[in-house]
């Protein structure tokens, strides 16, 4: 992935449904639309020192899971990052 590419001209449909989107996954998880879109920033930008990401199909989500299966439940990440290419000259 190229620097770049983190600035393309979206049509607005997509940049809604984006938006939409990052307010629903918020919702859940109870975090500001902001953070995640740092956290997902932040994801990408690590994940590009060693690959290159194929950024139309990435998912990131968080929700709450019960992993003890007792009514208490915790957030979680979820990310479907799909690879282009792994950069192994670093």
């Known amino acids: ?8 001209k979206k049509s607005s449909g997509d940049v809604a449904k984006d938006r939409l989107r990052m307010v629903l996954i ?3 998880a109870t975090c500001s639309p902001e953070v995640m879109q740092r956290i997902r ?6 994940l590009s020192k060693y690959a290159e990401i194929d ?4 998912d990131i ?3 709450q899971i019960d992993p003890e299966n007792d ?3 915790v957030p979680a990440l979820y990310a ?3 690879i282009k290419n792994m950069n ?3």
């Open 26 to 28: 918020s919702d859940r």
């Open 71 to 73: 009514g208490k439940t």
């Open 61 to 63: 989500n968080i929700t």
């Open 1 to 8: 992935m190229k620097f770049s590419d983190l600035f393309k």
């Open 41 to 46: 920033s932040d994801i990408i930008e690590v």
């Open 80 to 82: 479907n990052i799909p």
């Open 55 to 58: 950024m139309e199909g990435i």
């Open 88 to 90: 192994h000259a670093k």
